[in-house]
């Protein structure tokens, strides 16, 4: 066939380090750059500087190949590659809400004036919109004269724990070029996975759009979801309020094909690397251009999802028999064992984490809590060294007044009600994702209490 563009991902996290692995599978000979020496290092070796399912074995297949290299060096990146894919973080301003784009910034004053023959420059990075015609002011203010170089925006949509099918297998592409060169190479550079797509008998749907759109459909994908959690988290309050259950609700809601089922699950919120600070970042640049009015009820959702958590320690104290007074829950000589710490199962990201919060704010409050997690402890001791940890499950529930299930790992649906009531001080489970089957526990002698469920 005709041959492949030479593809580079800057920056190689959680990102970039998945697509360069996934499209070294597609074929591409591909260079991943960091300016962490650690990261690049480590993947040099065909080992993981992050967990993410299923891409050690990409990462090392491809390494060993040949066909995925990784370099702590701009000059090799800028003569390597004809489509540079910008996947650098994007975190927020300490200052304010709005993404902070130093690290885009110093990427393109970094490879711009390296680079010297015509290429392009692919942002992949969530960010405000509005910022690919910045970048493209950058790149023509920092890169030779003589040398073209042109940005085109393809954002991705990748989720944590399911990145590698995400990336290989895309629900859509979304494409924003300026010229007829640069989409021809933009396609080129997706070809693979349209490839792939044909093979499985799958279509992905390409939309052709302009910088603006293309910046937005990531933001505003998010923005939806966050807004689908918060909205069925809304009526979880209604449920309690009203004896509903919540889980019956969401399932009878989403037979409704124009609703679906998927984000509707109740329990104690949205968190993770993306969905609250783009959900900020979105509520700010919407201010900044003026549509603030319009962008209010994002505050809104974030203020629901963040009232979970404040709900579940009230939801703690009530449980134990203890005061909900003026000064907040009362929660003082509890034990407490909170099962789960990552933002989400089968990821050891404790980023923005629920449940890792919650378990913070339980310990403000007077409780002894001991947290533990399959995946995440690690990370979890790092941010919240204050904290106690349980080696194990069994370790952690030891002793406890009151068991919290925070993140739904699978191994925490399989425990044993009847063997876990010998260990703990006193048999009271809240369970905060609704992970759990109410009528085991309580048969087990448990009082079980679930989000947006009546109480026994
Ligand atoms: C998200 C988007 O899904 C992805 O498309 C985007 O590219 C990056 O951000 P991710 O951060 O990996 O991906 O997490 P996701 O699976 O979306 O979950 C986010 C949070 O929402 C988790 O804390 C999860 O527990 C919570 N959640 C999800 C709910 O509380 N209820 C649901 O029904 C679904």
Known sequence: GSPRPRLTFIGVGPLGGTYAACYAELGYEVLGYDVDSGRIEKFSAGEMPFYERGLDDLVRKNVDNGRLRFTTDPQEVADFGDVHFLCVGTPPRKDSDSADLAYIESAVTTLAPLLTRRCLLVGKSTVPVGTAAWVQQLIDKHSSPDVEVEVAWSPEFLQEANAV????????????????????LLQAAHKGVFELAAMEDREVPLVKTDFATAELVKVASNAFLSTKISFINAMAELCEASGGDVNA??????????????????????????????LRAL?????????????RFLAEVEDINLNRRTKVVRLAAELCGRENGPNGPELSGLNITVLGATFKPDTDDVRDSPALDIARRMSNEGATVTVY?????????????????????TEAVEGADLVCVLTEWEEFRHVDPEALSDLVAKPRILDGRNALDPQ????????YRGLGRAAD
Not at 165 to 184: C, F, G, K, Y
């Open 249 to 278: 609700l969401a399932r009878a809601m989403g037979y409704d094909s124009r609703i679906g089922h998927r984000f509707l699950r109740a329990g104690i919120g949205f968190g993770g690397g993306c969905l609250p600070k783009d």
């Open 283 to 295: 509520a700010a640049r919407g201010k900044e251009l003026g549509v603030g009015e319009s962008m």
């Open 165 to 184: 099918d995400d990336v290989l297998r895309p629900n859509r592409i979304v494409l924003a070029a300026q010229s007829e060169w640069a989409d021809e």
């Open 373 to 393: 997690d399959p995946m995440g402890m690690d990370n979890a001791r790092m941010f919240r060294p204050e904290l106690r940890y349980g080696h194990t499950l």
């Open 440 to 447: 085991l526990w309580r048969n087990a002698g448990w009082t």
